[in-house]
């Protein structure tokens, strides 16, 4: 009897053999569609790769349109080289055309507004997700309402306030404007990313004795970055080419931005179409750099937030 027990519970021989089968099915699998996978690659790099060069064609032709005078605009072919480049274009628009000061308004305007926006945003942010407070669903929906308010149905109500305050021609309008209609879209990023975040590193940074306060500035905002970044951007994108509120809210040469600069170079009787592109050109530089230098941020702060875990 007690032979019979051991010879029931006497392990079984692992199956060596089938799991060999499948390893072999396997690398018959892998053989067979290695061919088709290069394909299929192949034709998905050269898909991006027709994408790229239509991306870049509008940056090739806008370069070629800065050097060109009026009559080689109308007369030669889009992308046809120009005989004698006017690069004095720049230096004109530069100098002449107060484009440097316009230039320098743009970057205050924009940075000043991005920053504050980010900010803020984290901390209203952190508050809804981080603290227990009755009206925090109240509180983050009335910001979502934010991005159904069309900008124009603004201009009245915020040209009347601006008015009373004596704000109008000055930049606070501006940046004021601009961090307003930016917090709800910068919050809605931000949400999904403090959604996934830990909090043990917080939770141990309580047990610590930190304040509220030191959480927020030193445990939390600093493992937002990469969201914050791809925040920054999408709001540097907006400001940096906004025109609307510039238009209405900003009259004296010395408080424009680059996008309603350019209107100078627009005559009753001749445009100078040159340095019109020269402008534009120098407004495209500031963007295209940040996505070079940050665009490994912007992906890091997109797919962080969507995956949890």
Known sequence: MRKEIVENHEPAAPPTQPVKKKQVRKNEVRSSNGFGYKIGLALIYLLLGVVAVFQIFPLVWLFLFSLKNNQEVFELSPFAIPTNPKWENYVNVWTEG??????????LYTASSVILTVILASMVTFAITRMKWRLSSLVLGLFMVGLMIPIHSTLIPLFSTFSSLGLIDHPL??????????LPITIMILFGFYQVL?????????MDGASIHRIFFQVTLPMTAPVMATAAIINMIYNWNEFVFVNTFISSDNFKTLTVGIQNFIGQYMTDWGAIGATLMISIIPILLAFLFLSNRIVEGISAGSVKG
Not at 173 to 182: G, K, P, R, V
Not at 198 to 206: D, K, L, N, S, T
């Open 198 to 206: 830990p909090r043990e590193v917080e939770e141990a940074a309580i």
């Open 173 to 182: 309008s501006l940046i004021l404007t601009y961090t307003a209609f930016n």
């Open 98 to 107: 107060n484009i440097s000061q316009y230039f320098l308004n743009s970057v």
